[in-house]
């Protein structure tokens, strides 16, 4: 399979799973009532995850514009467009289902990942949860531009997917919504393939999936 047809098919495994979200989630509707699942309260994991992986996803986003403009890879630049596009999606669809629950896209005093049990004390360096990169790092990656930007913007995006199946993972487990539960679990199927095909990527630049210590510092 090649690069293309793979990341083609990662995609369209996505919008599957987005299009059966948003189709379950309309069945349970009518002009009338309320839906038929019991609406999440702000503490429960179905909120936490939805306002959390927002957060994430938003930097994924941030990323993937960024290496747009610093190489002209086609492989890579068709990878950042799909991760951009993708993640842009899911987080209209999460700050939806937010929206839809009568919740805000933030909570007061309620730490990330509080929703898992392991709720992660503030940071001052941008990373506010597992896999965010750094301002620093960010900064790093902007600087930097061809095959230099492709690799770092791979080691980050790998560090990136990693925290967000964990959160994603931990949603299958503890969300109550079912519709919830299923775009967690494709989540987590989709960057798995993802995560896969940086790997390769980057050893066909000749790097590895972790970036040197002190790099983006």
């Given at each position: 399979m090649t690069r293309g047809t793979r990341l083609t098919a990662v995609t369209a495994a996505v919008l599957v799973v987005l299009c059966a979200a948003a189709a379950t989630m309309a069945f349970t509707m009518d002009g009338r009532s309320r839906p038929a699942a019991r609406t999440p309260t702000a503490d429960s994991p179905d909120a936490g995850f939805a306002r959390d992986m927002s957060i994430h996803h938003?930097?994924?986003?941030?990323?993937?514009?960024?290496?747009?403009?610093?190489?002209?890879?086609?492989?890579?630049?068709?990878?950042?467009?799909?991760?951009?596009?993708t993640q842009a999606n899911q987080?209209?669809?999460?700050?939806?289902?937010?929206?839809?629950w009568g919740l805000p896209v933030t909570e007061a005093g309620t730490l990330p990942m509080q929703w898992m049990g392991m709720a992660v004390e503030p940071s001052t360096d941008g990373a506010l949860m597992p896999g965010m990169a750094t301002r620093a790092q960010l900064a790093a990656l902007r600087r930097l531009s061809g095959r230099q930007a492709e690799v770092r913007y791979l080691q980050l995006m790998t560090a990136h997917h990693q925290g967000g199946i964990h959160m994603a993972e931990g949603c299958v487990h503890l969300c109550k919504v079912p519709t919830e539960r299923k775009f967690a679990q494709g989540m987590v199927t989709s960057q798995q393939s993802e995560v896969r095909l940086m790997s390769d990527m980057l050893k066909a630049r000749g790097a590895s999936s972790t970036a040197a210590p002190g790099a983006g510092s």
């Open positions: 938003q930097q994924a986003v941030q990323m993937s514009f960024i290496v747009r403009d610093r190489t002209k890879n086609a492989d890579v630049r068709r990878l950042a467009y799909d991760i951009a596009n987080r209209g669809m999460m700050m939806g289902w937010l929206d839809l």
